[in-house]
């Protein structure tokens, strides 16, 4: 069954370093979502890309937070600097247009040391 | 702005007994409606949906009802297995406030402890 992949699994980084996360969504999926969960809390959407365009990245904090999907298909997003309070699970998502259902990753649960 | 208020948690259940989690949600136009679930250290997969006012959701036992009149999307099941612990999650899409994005909203979540 096809699935939406995340790597990695879990990441442990110092304050003001770099960090990366990767998804890879179901093939045929436009529609590629980078939620945020903090322990405890609901996801709440990071960053929404149809295609290789962003559609809403209105709850980025765009000052250290980055994210790309060059060709349409696999994402990134960063994070430089990291903060201690960025420590959450990150969550990808993809469905196949705006309006059908969405299938999630495991997530990358990140600890800020 | 779209929003989902979920009950608090956390719920602590015995083996066989039922279960109400209770949903309300605020939204522009007609959202769809979802329950999701989240076993420990896992992703989200989703339990199950409605589209439509008074459309019945249902799935592994559960079940949910789309009641537009009381803006509700409450789950239920009769009788909780012990695999059943782990976090729901309500969750609305709808169009955002600018009109031109379907957006999906969460509420905070629902710990769900059932003991044998």
């Known amino acids: 069954e096809a699935e939406v992949a995340q790597s990695p699994r879990y990441k442990i980084t110092e304050k003001s370093q770099a960090v990366a996360f990767w998804c890879d969504p179901i093939?045929?999926?436009?529609?590629l979502y980078w939620y945020r969960q903090i322990l405890g809390q609901g996801p709440e959407l990071l960053v929404q890309?149809?295609?290789?365009?962003?559609?809403?990245d209105s709850q980025l904090p765009k000052d250290r937070f980055s994210a790309e999907r060059l060709k349409g298909v696999d994402s990134t997003l960063k994070i430089q600097p990291a903060e201690l309070g960025d420590s959450a699970m990150y969550l990808c998502?993809?469905?196949?247009?705006?309006?059908?259902?969405?299938?999630f990753g495991q997530g990358t649960r990140l600890t800020v040391v | 702005g779209n929003s989902v208020t979920q009950m608090e948690g956390p719920v602590t259940l015995s083996e066989e007994a039922f279960l109400t989690i209770n949903c309300t949600y605020t939204?522009?136009?007609?959202?769809?409606l979802f329950w999701y679930v989240q076993y420990p250290g896992e992703g989200l997969q989703l339990l199950l949906k409605?589209?439509?006012?008074?459309d019945k959701g249902s799935n592994k036992g559960f079940e949910a009802t789309y009641r537009k009149e009381t803006t509700s999307f409450h789950l239920e099941k009769g009788s909780v297995q012990v695999s059943d612990s782990a976090v729901y999650f309500c969750?609305?899409?709808?169009?955002?406030?600018?009109?031109?994005?379907?957006?999906?909203?969460f509420g905070k979540g629902t710990l769900l402890t059932v003991n044998p």
């Open positions: 998502a993809s469905s196949f247009g705006v309006n059908t259902e969405a299938f």
């Open positions: 093939s045929g999926h436009a529609t």
């Open positions: 890309f149809q295609d290789e365009s962003v559609v809403d």
């Open positions: 939204a522009t136009g007609y959202p769809s």
């Open positions: 409605a589209t439509k006012a008074d």
């Open positions: 969750a609305l899409r709808a169009v955002d406030s600018g009109g031109s994005n379907y957006k999906l909203t």
